[in-house]
């Protein structure tokens, strides 16, 4: 499976989309900082309700699509 290479490099406090494992998972993340090797790390809901902060690749994110309010 190969995905377009993304030369979006989002700043710290930005909204992104996280385009996860499967093509189906798409979550709604905020940047918190970006780390080495072309990761970021993003904080996003967890199940349970509570902020979990992840590690993703840099190409799986996304900039967030025009909202109704927008």
Do not use: C, H
């Not at 996860?20 to 072309?38: C, F, I, K, L, T």
């Not at 309700?49 to 025009?66: C, E």
Request: net charge positive.
């Amino acid at each position: 499976m190969t995905y377009a290479k993304s030369a979006w490099l989002p700043p710290a406090g930005t909204l992104a989309t996280y385009r996860g494992r499967s093509r189906n998972s798409m979550r709604n993340v905020r940047v918190v900082a970006e780390a080495s090797a072309g990761r970021m790390v993003v904080e996003a809901i967890g199940r349970q309700g509570q902020p979990v902060r992840l590690t993703v690749k840099q190409g799986n994110l996304l900039p967030m699509q025009p909202d109704l309010f927008d």
